[in-house]
């Protein structure tokens, strides 16, 4: 059950990065803000996430974890709901919600967790 949990947490975080680029293209602006911003958020949101959240993350900051988490995730189900996509957003959030849950009951959402 670990595994499979793991599995659809990478899985969350991969579609987190594709909602923010959707966000990113969703935004009012003109053609050239919106590429820039579907390319710059989700590039953003994997740099915080190597450097703060990732398993190997580079600095151990259990408040850095838990902010990048939040702004990476909760971002995405954000910028899914303004790019005009609510449904996705609300299932999004809510797998996301569930699956943190389910590895914070095995042990395994915690920032002490390495691999």
Do not use: D
Not at 31 to 47: D, S, T
Not at 65 to 86: D, E, I, K, M, S
Request: with cysteine; hydrophobic share 60%; aromatic share 8%.
């Amino acid at each position: 059950m670990t595994g499979a949990n793991l599995g659809l947490r990478f899985l969350l975080e991969v579609c987190a990065l594709v909602a923010l680029g959707i966000g990113g293209y969703g935004v009012a602006a003109p053609l050239a803000v919106r590429v820039l911003l579907a390319v710059l958020l989700p590039l953003a949101a994997a740099v915080l996430w190597g450097r703060y959240a990732s398993p190997r993350a580079t600095v151990k900051s259990p408040p850095a974890w838990y902010l990048t988490q939040l702004l990476v995730l909760g971002g995405a189900v954000a910028a899914l709901a303004f790019a005009g996509h609510p449904a996705w957003a609300v299932a999004l959030g809510a797998v996301t919600v569930a699956n943190t849950a389910i590895l914070r009951v095995l042990g395994e959402w915690h920032p002490s967790v390495t691999r």
